[in-house]
């Protein structure tokens, strides 16, 4: 379906380059780490324009943003749109942060151009989707989702020991909204691909059909400290030996099982971390995706298994705990048609795709018929500062979400 609602490429654009001068890094992309000084800002920012255009706003109590646009018929479930505004340490101007402007942009070009639609239309920015500060990824829509316990949540702490729970609370974000618990009419959300299938075959409209499931572990090798120069080869427990060979097995766990299977360590520490101590302990996280269970499944076991040998050679005591488990999703069938038949009546190209990365969608198609519209970045490259997409492609992909959003607010009860 297509509208005869445009909305504003450039003001989008302008947008999304002036959200990502909050914790602009030198390489050009942006490190705004959840719940920090600068995600306060980049949220007061998201308020104060969103108030510009019209909408009131809530904080829930997990810190999450909702601006609302009234409905015609205000006891319609909203139809909701949104993403996250929290980056990787080394994170682009584009992951999450589009998805929040385009909402932005279809609240704004409702507002301009007076269009009132039957049910009310909601802009989410959800709490740390990253999971980089905190794991796991995505709790803000997880929690929102009944997923993740709350308490549980907010008990959570970094690596500094701080816990979510203060961090909410110092930046001032702990709303007084229940989290949840209210339904949701359908929750749709622009992204990035953040892969290389939409630049390599010329689409300008990824219509997502749903995500990969996700195991992620945090691992812990102990063996024993001692004297680097002293200690003969054969009688070390060397935990960081371990890690490397158990790091190389992951690898190994992916490419045995290509082209779908991810297997990644993305965080090593080595104590105590002296040059001439052997290392007595080592932490690290694994994660693994597939977008098959039962080959998640596999993964899983064979890794339990090398992790056990490894540690056995090397006489290591290994501690895995599995940290989230995230299934398979697929998508709600009649909002995919809906992004679907909308990229089509623009005569934008387009191709169904399966989502590699987590998104807050995935949560919220727990709660509510959900669906995602990708479009292409440069080389398919993302959490990585030189993340970047085409001004036209960004434009598309939000128009795509208006057509798509209206449909749905104004479709009969
Ligand atoms: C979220 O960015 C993910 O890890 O997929
Ligand atoms: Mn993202
Ligand atoms: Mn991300």
Same mark, same amino acid.
């Given at each position: 379906?297509?509208?005869?609602?445009?909305?504003?490429?450039?003001?989008?654009?302008?947008?999304?380059?002036?959200?990502?001068?909050?914790?602009?890094?030198?390489?050009?992309?942006?490190?705004?780490?959840?719940?920090?000084?600068?995600?306060?800002?980049?949220?007061?920012?998201?308020?104060?324009?969103?108030?510009?255009?019209?909408?009131?706003?809530?904080?829930?109590?997990?810190?999450?943003?909702?601006?609302?646009?009234?409905?015609?018929?205000?006891?319609?479930?909203?139809?909701?749109?949104?993403?996250?505004?929290?980056?990787?340490?080394?994170?682009?101007?584009?992951?999450?942060?589009?998805?929040?402007?385009?909402?932005?942009?279809?609240?704004?070009?409702? $507002?301009?151009?007076?269009?009132?639609?039957?049910?009310?239309?909601?802009?989410?920015?959800?709490?740390?989707?990253?999971?980089?500060?905190?794991?796991?990824?995505?709790?803000?829509?997880?929690?929102?989702?009944?997923?993740?316990?709350?308490?549980?949540?907010?008990?959570?702490?970094?690596?500094?020991?701080?816990?979510?729970?203060?961090?909410?609370?110092?930046?001032?974000?702990?709303?007084?909204?229940?989290?949840?618990?209210?339904?949701?009419?359908?929750?749709?959300?622009?992204?990035?691909?953040?892969?290389?299938?939409?630049?390599?075959?010329?689409?300008?409209?990824?219509?997502?059909?749903?995500?990969?499931?996700?195991?992620?572990?945090?691992?812990?090798?102990?063996?024993?400290?001692?004297?680097?120069?002293?200690?003969?080869?054969?009688?070390?427990?060397?935990?960081?030996?371990?890690?490397?060979?158990?790091?190389?097995?992951?690898?190994?766990?992916?490419?045995?099982?290509?082209?779908?299977?991810?297997?990644?360590?993305?965080?090593?520490?080595?104590?105590?971390?002296?040059?001439?101590?052997?290392?007595?302990?080592?932490?690290?996280?694994?994660?693994?995706?597939?977008?098959?269970?039962?080959?998640?499944?596999?993964?899983?076991?064979?890794?339990?298994?090398?992790?056990?040998?490894?540690?056995?050679?090397?006489?290591?005591?290994?501690?895995?705990?599995?940290?989230? $488990?995230?299934?398979?999703?697929?998508?709600?069938?009649?909002?995919?048609?809906?992004?679907?038949?909308?990229?089509?009546?623009?005569?934008?190209? $387009?191709?169904?795709?399966?989502?590699?990365?987590?998104?807050?969608?995935?949560?919220?198609?727990?709660?509510?018929?959900?669906?995602?519209?990708?479009?292409?970045?440069?080389?398919?490259?993302?959490?990585?500062?030189?993340?970047?997409?085409?001004?036209? $492609?960004?434009?598309?992909?939000?128009?795509?979400?208006?057509?798509?959003?209206?449909?749905?607010?104004?479709?009969?009860?």
């Amino acid at each position: 379906m297509k509208t005869n609602l445009t909305i504003n490429g450039q003001r989008l654009w302008d947008s999304l380059m002036s959200l990502a001068e909050i914790g602009a890094t030198a390489k050009g992309g942006v490190c705004r780490l959840t719940l920090t000084d600068l995600d306060k800002q980049a949220r007061d920012l998201f308020i104060r324009w969103c108030k510009e255009a019209g909408a009131t706003i809530t904080v829930d109590s997990m810190g999450n943003i909702f601006a609302r646009r009234e409905g015609r018929d205000p006891t319609r479930p909203p139809v909701m749109t949104g993403s996250h505004i929290d980056t990787q340490p080394t994170g682009g101007k584009f992951d999450g942060a589009y998805g929040v402007m385009a909402g932005l942009e279809v609240l704004r070009s409702l $507002h301009d151009m007076e269009v009132e639609t039957e049910a009310p239309i909601e802009i989410a920015v959800w709490t740390n989707e990253e999971g980089a500060r905190y794991a796991p990824a995505m709790t803000g829509s997880g929690v929102f989702a009944g997923v993740f316990d709350e308490a549980e949540t907010k008990a959570k702490t970094d690596r500094d020991g701080i816990a979510f729970g203060a961090a909410l609370q110092k930046i001032g974000y702990a709303g007084d909204a229940a989290c949840g618990g209210r339904p949701v009419g359908a929750f749709f959300e622009c992204h990035i691909e953040q892969g290389p299938i939409l630049e390599a075959e010329g689409k300008t409209i990824g219509i997502v059909t749903g995500g990969q499931a996700q195991r992620w572990y945090e691992v812990t090798l102990t063996g024993q400290e001692s004297h680097a120069g002293t200690t003969p080869m054969e009688r070390r427990r060397d935990a960081l030996l371990g890690a490397a060979r158990l790091i190389d097995n992951v690898n190994h766990i992916g490419m045995t099982r290509l082209p779908s299977a991810r297997a990644t360590c993305g965080v090593i520490e080595s104590y105590p971390g002296s040059r001439n101590t052997i290392p007595g302990r080592v932490f690290l996280t694994v994660e693994f995706r597939h977008p098959d269970e039962a080959e998640l499944a596999d993964m899983d076991a064979t890794f339990r298994a090398q992790a056990a040998r490894i540690a056995g050679e090397i006489g290591l005591a290994l501690e895995i705990k599995e940290i989230w $488990h995230f299934p398979a999703t697929p998508f709600a069938p009649e909002c995919v048609a809906a992004v679907r038949e909308a990229a089509a009546a623009r005569g934008y190209p $387009h191709r169904d795709i399966i989502s590699g990365a987590g998104h807050d969608a995935l949560y919220m198609a727990r709660v509510a018929p959900t669906a995602m519209i990708f479009v292409p970045c440069d080389d398919g490259i993302s959490h990585n500062e030189i993340e970047a997409a085409k001004p036209e $492609h960004i434009a598309a992909g939000c128009q795509v979400l208006l057509d798509a959003m209206i449909r749905r607010a104004n479709a009969p009860k």
